[in-house]
Nanobody, 127 residues
Framework: VQLVESGGGLVQAGDSLTLSCAASGGIFSSYALGWFRQVPGKERESVAAISRGGGMTVYGDSVKGRFTISRNNAKNTVHLQMNSLKPEDTALYYC?????????????????????WGQGTQVTVSS
């Protein structure tokens, strides 16, 4: 499975940005999907997660109410709408996927449980 992110860039505080991730290979609807971010010297953290059908979503505390994750299983894409961006949102953002099997969580929240990673897209928010 290949995951390719796009949409990162340099924006000002308060601006909005939408990240997209296109998947190829595999059965997209079988994957729990998530967005993670990482800054140098810190661990990769979960930003948002979405279940296979899109009915369940979970957000990190620092982005609740500002970010929205969505997926389109017909187009094999997942998006992260980011509003009211803050300088502390500056990071390398990664799209991630995990095949959901019987007994596993339907949400992708832990980096160590990721099966597939994208290459990352940089988001920089200036103050």
């Amino acid at each position: 499975v290949q995951l390719v992110e796009s949409g990162g860039g340099l924006v000002q505080a308060g601006d909005s940005l939408t990240l997209s991730c296109a998947a190829s290979g595999g059965i997209f609807s079988s994957y729990a999907l998530g967005w993670f971010r990482q800054v140098p010297g810190k661990e990769r953290e979960s930003v948002a997660a979405i279940s296979r059908g899109g009915g369940m979503t979970v957000y990190g505390d620092s982005v609740k109410g500002r970010f929205t994750i969505s997926r389109n299983n017909a187009k094999n894409t997942v998006h992260l709408q980011m509003n009211s961006l803050k300088p502390e949102d500056t990071a390398l953002y990664y799209c991630a996927a995990r095949t959901v099997v019987r007994g596993s969580s339907s949400l992708l929240l832990a980096p160590e449980t990721v099966d597939y990673w994208g290459q990352g897209t940089q988001v920089t928010v200036s103050s």
